[in-house]
């Protein structure tokens, strides 16, 4: 599966961006779809997932009730809504394709180059 990111951008806090992850290759829907953040000098750490079908997610903690992932396998999307940005969201910003639904980045097969997300205070 190949991924491409994008969305990413400059916000002020309190802003909102939407990712996108557009998949192909492979048949998205047997895919379990996560996104991961890192910033600079720090591990990559998890921020959401969605079951093959959609019908579950993940959140890690810092952002839940702030973000929203979701995705159309009619059109091999996997979108991350960010709502209420703080400036601790700053962060590359990485899609990424498993087998496993989880949040341990390790279990994911496939991973996008990551789009820049920076929240200005």
């Known amino acids: 599966v190949q991924l491409q990111a994008c969305g990413g951008g400059l916000v002020q806090a309190g802003g909102s961006l939407r990712l996108s992850c557009a998949a192909s290759?492979?048949?998205?829907?047997?895919?379990?779809m996560g996104w991961f953040r890192q910033a600079p000098g720090k591990e990559r750490m998890f921020v959401t997932a969605?079951?093959?079908?959609?019908?579950?997610?993940l959140y890690a903690d810092s952002v839940k009730g702030r973000f929203t992932i979701s995705r159309d396998n009619a059109k091999n999307t996997v979108y991350l809504q960010m709502n209420s940005l703080k400036p601790e969201d700053t962060a590359f910003y990485y899609c990424?394709?498993?087998?496993?639904?989880?949040?341990?980045?390790?279990?994911?097969?496939?991973w996008g180059q990551g789009t820049q997300v920076t929240v200005s205070s």
């Open positions: 290759g492979r048949t998205f829907s047997n895919y379990h």
């Open positions: 990424a394709a498993g087998l496993y639904y989880n949040g341990d980045p390790q279990r994911y097969n496939y």
């Open positions: 969605i079951s093959r079908s959609g019908g579950s997610t």
